[in-house]
């Protein structure tokens, strides 16, 4: 099952949703969530926040999933569930991916062929992105 989410995470990524669309898409989709404020809400996220490089959009797309799950609703109930599981995924992108900026994560050995950035954006898509992609997508199978 962890497979077919992987592949439709990828589909989404490879079809023109940006990072965190792709992140939040995949995690309403294992929630068996359809609203569409979805990916509507994650757009700005993309590309390290607006496409600025800052906090990856596949993290920031993966703790909107979170939240849809285990939020809460009104300013009363407690935030503990969700920022438990919110500490629990950042523990496992630490360990597993390690930085969490886009620039510091994009900043990979390009070929030296590579001049234009149009190509370079490919290439870090390929070789950075998407393994994350379905990195992410494996954990959010197991805890959604």
Known sequence: ???DYEKK???YFSNGYNCSESSLL??????????PIIPRVATCFGGGINGCGNICGLYTGA??????KYG?????ESRETANKIGREFHDFWINN?????????????????????????SY???????????KITKWLVNKL
């Open 1 to 3: 099952m962890s497979k």
């Open 9 to 11: 995470a990828l589909e």
């Open 26 to 35: 995949i995690g309403c989709d294992i929630l068996g969530i359809k609203d």
């Open 63 to 68: 703790m909107m999933s979170i939240g849809i």
């Open 72 to 76: 809460r609703d009104t300013h009363i």
């Open 97 to 121: 991916i390690g930085k969490l900026n886009c620039c510091d994560l994009l900043d990979i050995d390009y070929p030296e062929e590579l001049i234009e950035i149009s190509d370079k954006k």
């Open 124 to 134: 870090g898509t390929d070789n950075c992105c998407k393994p994350m992609c379905t």
